[in-house]
């Protein structure tokens, strides 16, 4: 039987893993932390549950092909699935307007808060309609797929929303909470086409919450994998990978000792790769999302505070605006705030956990990972940012003032530390309009049996595509076994063409 090395072991190691062990290999997950899992995790403080993934999984309505995967992998395996009323909510100026589980119900919240922006909010609403109809979860019932003629007739209705940031598209409003409700989620410098799919994936059905939150499904992911026969080296970190006349044959792990494989499988951030634990040259397409322009890289700035759930002002995610000189200190000028009511094992009896995210730009987050070189320094910049937000939200929320208590705060230094991302990145690359996010290719130039797999091939990654990606460098394995094999019948129970 023959071996596939799996660099990393977050959700698309260990998806990668599970499907390797499905088709009949071996393999071994190689993770730095003592902890799989990845970004899918979170962690207890002082009596308190902290989620750090999950604000909606992709992949949640039956019709949808993440289903599938999701089941599979053991991550929406025998669990309950929370279906919130509402994923956000903005607010301004005692205005508000929320993203409905109802579309039709979004539409006449819009309507009601700016007659005068009908025309742009009906075609806002049937390109929602059309990218559902896309994904697999359009109409009444959320099960239509558009068939082809449907995608070109429908297709003027996306045509504008190609080229326009969410930025852009929120000046076409005259509605100061509708621009807000726009950009407040993934900013100003968006795809709105990643908004479309955003509000398509959530009032399909197909944006909702694993009972248990981040933690729990990282569990029943490795839980899978090892009960389908996977092995996991955790706690040494891959410093090496040695290739021979074009093949890789083993890694070299930080405490000296050597893993030997046919296959390997990269998970991590390829920058982490490319030049560091591979002397290899990054494909020419991913460099050029790393060097910028069209591309952009991120993190943010989170805390977790504790509250008591009778002074909960909204249910749910929220996000506000606060005053200057709050887009100074941060690169984004919205607050996203969510609450954990519906976790009651998050927090003891009458309390609850909220937490609050920040985006960051590329340039304040390596800010954040510098600083951490100086621990006394980071430390203090960090409690300031947090007692900054807490006075934020308590300007904006007054009845949070006597409970709102500091449990935690993270920044991309933490990631970075965590996951080896090179800015502290919990996703791959943000995108702006006229950019369609194609996915980048696997294959690595120079060797033959190494394959990239992570969320960092398709903007902007998170865990559906970090599956998706551990899925298909599975797959091309497969096909690269069968290609070899097929002329010799006798070779056929050789796995990959690789020696045993």
């Not at 995608?151 to 504008?160: C, D, H, S």
Request: proline share 4%; aromatic share 10%.
């Amino acid at each position: 039987m023959n071996k596939i090395v799996v660099i990393g072991g977050g959700v698309a190691g260990l998806t990668a893993g599970i499907y390797a062990q499905k088709s009949g290999y071996k393999s071994i997950i190689v993770e730095k932390h003592n902890v799989l899992g990845g970004q899918l995790t979170g962690w207890n403080r002082r009596g308190y549950h902290i989620d750090n993934c999950l604000h909606w999984l992709t992949g949640t309505n039956k019709n949808s092909p993440f289903y599938k995967t999701w089941l599979e992998t053991g991550v929406l395996e025998g669990v309950g699935v929370y279906e919130p009323e509402t994923l956000y909510t903005y607010e301004e100026n005692g205005k508000s307007l929320s993203l409905s589980r109802d579309l039709t119900k979004l539409k006449s919240d819009m309507l009601k808060l700016s007659p005068n922006d009908e025309r742009e909010t009906k075609s806002f609403i049937d390109a929602v309609k059309t990218v559902s109809g896309i994904m697999g979860t359009g109409g009444i019932t959320h099960d239509r797929n558009l068939s082809i003629k449907e995608g070109i007739k429908a297709f003027p209705k996306l045509l504008k929303y190609l080229s326009l940031s969410t930025g852009k598209l929120a000046k076409k409003f005259d509605n100061e909470v509708i621009r807000g409700f726009i950009c407040g989620l993934l900013t100003e410098n968006f795809s709105s086409i990643a908004l479309l799919v955003v509000v398509a994936t959530f009032t399909s059905g197909n944006g909702d919450l694993p009972v248990g939150g981040s933690f729990k499904a990282a569990e029943r992911l490795i839980e899978k994998y090892l009960s389908v026969g996977g092995a996991v080296e955790s706690g040494k970190e891959v410093v090496k990978i040695n290739i021979e006349n074009g093949r890789a044959y083993s890694v070299e792990l930080s405490d000296g000792s050597e893993i030997y494989g046919d296959a390997f499988v990269v998970t991590v951030d390829p920058a982490a790769f490319f030049g560091g634990i591979s002397d290899l040259e990054m494909p020419r397409e991913l460099k050029r999302k790393y060097e910028g322009g069209r591309y952009e890289r991120f993190s943010a700035f989170q805390c977790a505070f504790s509250c008591d759930v009778s002074a909960l002002p909204r249910k749910g995610d929220f996000i506000i605006r606060p005053p200057i000189p709050f887009k100074d200190i941060f690169s984004s000028e919205y607050l996203v705030m969510r609450e954990f009511s519906h976790e009651k094992s998050f927090a003891p009896e009458g309390k609850t956990v909220l937490q609050t995210m920040v985006v960051l730009d590329e340039r304040r987050s390596r800010e954040f990972v510098r600083l951490k070189n100086n621990a006394k320094l980071y430390y203090e910049h960090k409690i300031r940012l947090a007692n900054y937000i807490k006075k934020c939200v308590c300007d904006a929320y007054p009845e949070l003032k006597k409970s709102l208590e500091l449990i935690d705060c993270w920044t991309p230094a933490t990631y970075k530390r965590y996951t080896a991302t090179e800015i502290g990145s919990f996703m791959s690359f943000a995108f702006g309009g006229g950019i369609l996010p194609l996915k980048s290719s696997l294959k690595v130039r120079g060797t033959k049996n190494v394959v990239l797999a992570s969320q960092w091939l398709k903007a902007p990654g998170g865990l559906p595509i970090a599956a998706e990606c551990g899925k298909k460098a599975v797959e091309y394995l497969v096909r690269a076994d069968k290609k070899k094999t097929a002329p010799t019948r006798s070779l056929s129970k050789r796995k990959l063409g690789f020696s045993e």
